[in-house]
């Protein structure tokens, strides 16, 4: 049951490999030394509309099915995967947009992103986005070229900085930002130190290590200087009203409240949650109210049928080895159920995953050593 590339397949993948060894291969190990992002490399690749592989072309994108996207990104690969990746992030940035976006959301960031500009999203409030809350993590385009930070790391730390949050991971960033120089450093969260999600070590340690903590305090707006840098965060009151769905005490503004604090780094640690792409894109995957996946404990099995998760997505934020453990269950739970059904007269494992395609059958093609590469569209 061979099936073979398309002509128009075939001729995409040729380009994508050309550029690949003309483009990227040469400069590997100078890049993987020098640690910088090959931004000329991807400008190139922008202008070949070699990025946004599965953008509607009505938004600016290449308007590409999956399967073809997935021979595309492998042929990339190949070379350097570490590219691909990136080029992938962008359509799952970019797809974000497009299920919960507005048309006018849609055709602003598209328009932004799809020629080859980048940014990075946080907070909703008023004043921050771009480089207000201090970590400088994007690069826009000048003229024909880009802007980017001239650092491995692209942080600035000030002399007065605030952590929003009250996790464990918020207590990390304090104490990061007091060791690399600040000053003054602020824990603020919306309720009390009884209410914090973070583990009572974590907490004592950040004190320990002078971090104030500036409880029942909310932030309403990061206020910038004329250029972009922040200067202020503006904040209320808060006290504890009524539990709410998780079982805390919901936080409620006080009236006429409302202060300015000197601050001029703002971190951001206010918690994760799946990415909802997933949901709004698998009919019949049963997921958690909070979005994440229903699974089951031991073998990783969803709703769905040769859908399997573990991690986060389905625990919400744990640690890396319970999630390690969970991959390690659903890798044996496929084993077991690939074999079953090939023992049962289903036929070879391929023929089974096949069977799974959504739409067109997906084209294979033989690689080194005559593999078979697969990019099935699952259900």
């Not at 797809?95 to 940014?119: A, W, Y």
């Amino acid at each position: 049951m061979g099936i073979v590339l398309t002509e128009d397949q075939a001729e995409l993948k040729r380009l994508i490999g050309a550029f690949m060894e003309g483009e990227v291969k040469p400069r590997l190990r100078e890049l993987d030394a020098s640690g910088e992002f090959p931004v000329d490399i991807y400008k190139k690749a922008f202008e070949l509309g070699f990025h946004c592989l599965d953008i509607p072309e009505e938004y600016g994108g290449s308007g590409l099915d999956h399967t073809t996207m997935g021979f595309l990104l492998e042929e990339m690969g190949y070379t350097d995967p570490g590219f691909a990746i990136t080029i992938l992030c962008t359509s799952l940035a970019l797809k974000c947009v497009l299920i919960g976006g507005n048309e006018e959301q849609k055709r602003r960031i598209c328009d932004i992103i799809v020629p080859g500009g980048f940014g990075s999203f946080c907070l909703t409030e008023p004043g921050n986005g771009s480089d207000s809350v201090a970590m400088r993590t994007t690069y826009r385009r000048d003229g024909d070229s880009y802007t980017f930070p001239k650092a491995d790391t692209p942080v600035r730390v000030g002399r007065r900085a605030a952590v929003i949050g009250g996790g464990n991971v918020a207590m990390d960033a304090a104490r990061c930002a007091k060791r690399l120089g600040a000053e003054d450093v602020y824990i603020v969260y919306r309720r009390g130190e009884a209410e914090m999600p973070a583990r009572a070590e974590e907490v004592q340690h950040a004190k320990e290590e002078g971090i104030v903590f500036k409880l029942l305090c909310a932030p309403v707006e990061i206020v910038g200087d004329e250029e972009g840098n922040v200067k202020q965060m503006r904040c209320v009151e808060m006290e504890l009203g009524e539990p709410d769905a998780s079982g805390r005490r919901r936080p409620v503004p006080k009236t006429g409240s409302e202060s300015l604090m000197d601050v001029d780094t703002v971190v951001v640690a206010i918690g994760n949650r799946p990415d909802p792409l997933i949901k709004e894109t698998t009919p019949g995957l049963k997921t958690q109210k909070w979005g994440g996946i229903v699974a089951d404990e031991e073998t990783g099995r969803t709703s769905k049928e040769w859908v399997y998760a573990g991690g986060d997505a389905v625990t919400g934020a744990a640690t890396v080895i319970l999630a390690m453990g969970a991959g390690k269950k659903a890798a044996a739970a496929i084993h077991r159920d690939l074999q079953k059904r090939s023992r049962a007269g289903h036929g070879d494992l391929t023929a089974i995953l096949l069977r799974h395609v959504d739409g067109p059958r997906a084209p294979r093609c033989p690689g080194p050593s005559g593999a078979v590469r697969l990019y099935p569209e699952l259900r």
